[in-house]
């Protein structure tokens, strides 16, 4: 993927490209409709191969929602810094998520996972239950502004980092992945960053 390091194992190249064969291959014809022989011919490689990396296609596709789970909370973030500019630390936060979210690469993860949850909602919800716990940056951000004194105290910081989160993807996620809008340039994403982080900080700033 555009953001990761290219592997040098001959191993973890095919592994790397069997997850993007199935990424495409799941897109177009469904967890149902899609086979192990499918994705090892798209990936060129053998079902061998296949079976060595991910002994089902239920493994795989959890793989997949693993590597969608990573992507989207695995941010290098902002460390909280208590003389600098609430808005400015917000702005840099969440410039990393935007990039994200314009990666057309996420999106196509994304489809794939919701598409699986709409249809089979109860293998989705075994996988997604199997995915590591991982605390976001932005709710760290948060919970350190307000013992700071900075932001409202009394309101859990996963809340308060879900609704600033929900205010950017309303258009820079949810359009593009239901509705196949393209992303947005990069005009359009500063305003949506800098309206966004001002809405926030205009509720929760104390």
Known sequence: MSSQPVPTRLTDRKRDAIVVAAIAEFREHGFAGTSMD??????????RTVYNHFPSK????????????ERSQGLAGVAY????????????LLGQ???LLNDPSFIDLSRVAMAEMMHTPERAQDMVARLPE?????????REA??????????DPAYA?????GLIKSFAFWPQLAMGQPPL??????QVLADSVDLFLGFYAT
């Open 161 to 165: 980092a879900q609704q600033l989160q």
């Open 97 to 99: 998520k935007m990039q």
């Open 185 to 190: 340039d990069p005009a359009r994403q500063q």
């Open 38 to 47: 499918r994705i090892a011919a798209a990936a060129e490689v053998s079902k």
């Open 58 to 69: 239920d493994e795989l596709f959890a793989a997949i929602l693993s590597q969608l789970w």
């Open 146 to 155: 307000q013992r700071d004194g900075r932001l409202r105290a009394g309101v």
């Open 81 to 92: 810094a208590p003389k600098q500019p609430l808005r400015a630390q917000l702005l840099e």
């Open 134 to 142: 991982k605390e976001e940056g932005l709710a760290t951000w948060v």
